[in-house]
């Protein structure tokens, strides 16, 4: 049920802006809505994780930090007028590599949650240096 609402959510936006029916503040309710969703996602791994005091917890929270992250460094750039696209872990290679790694592990592959988690970490960091030296380079 949550990848349908996911995935129904990443077509909206899409959506009102090809129909010419998107709003400042339908963007901003957007957003807002898919970081909720982002730290429902991560959240559940991690109060699974501590209920279990897994040592892969702290990486599902560094995960859920460097994935806002990297929405912040865009919205920051957007409101200094500078376009920040791109990075290779947009919000739905997130949510991919999140779900894969869960459903993985819900099928009981060995090492499935780790490796996951740890890749969605690595992706998050690299997309936020990536946004980083986008936002550099535009205010030289």
């Known amino acids: 049920?949550?990848?349908l609402f996911i995935l129904s959510d990443m077509f909206d936006g899409?959506?009102?802006r090809l129909s010419g029916t998107g709003s400042k503040w339908g963007a901003l309710l957007d957003s807002t809505l898919d970081r909720i969703?982002?730290?429902?996602?991560?959240g559940s791994v991690a109060y699974f994780l501590a209920q279990q005091n897994d040592r892969l917890l702290p990486v599902v929270l560094a995960s859920l930090l460097a994935g806002n992250?990297?929405?912040?460094i865009k919205?920051?750039?957007e409101s200094l007028d500078i376009v920040c696209n791109g990075g290779f872990a947009e919000r739905t290679e997130r949510m991919v590599i999140s779900f894969a790694a869960i459903g993985l592990a819900g099928l009981s592959l060995p090492y499935s949650l780790a490796i996951g988690m740890w890749f969605l970490l690595l992706a998050c960091i690299y997309t936020v240096g990536e946004r980083l030296l986008i936002v550099y380079k535009a205010t030289r």
């Open 1 to 3: 049920m949550t990848i």
């Open 14 to 16: 899409t959506m009102a």
């Open 37 to 42: 969703t982002d730290a429902a996602v991560l």
């Open 69 to 72: 992250l990297v929405s912040y």
């Open 75 to 77: 919205a920051r750039a």
